[in-house]
């Protein structure tokens, strides 16, 4: 549920909005001309400023600012203040929003996101840098449009990730049997969780902390950054190994296909050679923070297990199989696997 907060700040971003399209002429096909026009952007982050998200969208602001001279300009608004993963979604389709990123919750629009949802397929930065490289990453972006007509601009990534808990260092997949591990909201994930024998529970990105302190959830699947960031080395005492990565997903940066449509040649030029840029920016970043973030979680005694990844993968093959097969991705799939190492 929207709380007061977000409703009043939505409607007030859709009445901008909306000023906005009629001052600039702003139905399908009115973007023939090549002339930039005046327009503020509004892109949202579900993750604090400490997030490489949130520099990534800084550098977006400053390249796209300086290439319209400032015709273009763009409020960043982070940590959830305008609603959580699924409402930015919407709120992106609706028109109060323009920019964000899609994580799990996409797939709810965007079925074929749940490809990119499911653990251990993506082996780390590098591999996920080489997919985003490929054929891949334009063959997912062109279902992301059809599925749930949102426009990609390119892809920020979200670091590597592994398994943290309170009590239980997992190398083994029966060491997660029965474990209240937190999970976004995506069925792909959820699915995979479940084969593992492990009980994923759904919980915004922001409640994390909250959830284990209370032991609501006894662990979570963070990126090392957030692990760092949010301090959940206070409460976990484990962490699987770095070297073979739970999730190293792509994120799409997204904004509704209907806006892009409006924008003529030089304004989609402009926004998307400014997010190529904040992009790469981006996917760096997160790769040098990881470092200093993994040596930050282990020096503050998180005692980190290498696991069994062969066991891990011959219970979660079939369940990569049987999703993308579902979503028709068996040639996508494939593409993902040969590019790992």
């Known amino acids: 549920m929207r709380t007061r907060k977000h409703g009043i700040a939505t ?25 930039i026009r005046e327009r503020k952007l509004v892109f949202a982050l579900i993750t604090p400023e400490s997030f490489p998200y949130f520099d990534g969208a800084e550098k977006f602001k400053q390249v796209v600012e300086e290439k319209t001279d400032g015709k273009i300009t763009v409020d960043v608004f982070a940590g959830g203040q305008l609603g959580q993963e699924r409402d930015i979604n919407e709120s992106i389709l609706d028109g109060s929003i323009h920019v964000g990123v899609g ?23 590098a591999h996920m840098q080489r997919i985003v490289d490929s054929p891949a990453a334009d063959q997912l972006a062109e279902r992301i449009r059809n599925e749930g ?36 909201e995506n069925p792909a994930l959820t699915d995979a969780l479940r084969a593992l024998g492990a009980n994923p529970t759904p919980m915004p990105y922001g409640e994390v902390y909250t959830g284990i302190q209370t032991g609501v959830i006894e662990g979570a699947t963070l990126d090392w950054g957030s692990v760092n960031s949010l301090k959940l080395f206070e409460l976990i005492k484990h962490a699987t ?35 190529t840029e904040a992009a790469t920016y981006e996917r ?5 923070l990881q470092e200093d973030a993994i040596a930050a979680v282990k020096g503050a005694g998180v005692q980190v297990s290498e696991i069994n990844e062969q066991a891990f ?15 028709d991705a068996e040639e996508m799939l494939n593409t993902i696997r040969d590019l790992r190492e």
């Open 103 to 125: 994580a799990g919750a996409l797939a709810t629009l965007a079925p074929v996101m749940n490809l990119l949802e499911l653990p251990f397929l993506i082996q780390d930065q």
């Open 241 to 275: 190994a770095p070297e073979a990565a739970f999730l190293a997903e792509p994120r799409p940066v997204i904004v509704s296909a209907d806006f892009w449509d409006t924008l003529n040649q030089a304004e989609q030029e402009a926004i998307s050679e400014a997010m």
């Open 313 to 327: 993968l011959e219970i979660l093959e079939p369940v990569w199989n049987k999703w993308a097969a579902d979503l």
């Open 11 to 35: 409607a007030m971003l859709a009445a901008t909005a909306l000023v906005l399209t009629a001052c600039q002429g702003g139905a399908p096909g009115g973007g023939n001309s090549e002339e």
């Open 149 to 184: 007509k949102f426009h990609v601009l390119d892809w920020f990534s979200t670091g590597d990730s592994s398994i943290q808990t309170v009590d239980v260092p997992i190398s083994e997949p029966s060491d997660l049997n029965g474990l209240k591990l937190r999970s976004i």
């Open 284 to 288: 760096q970043f997160f790769v040098d």
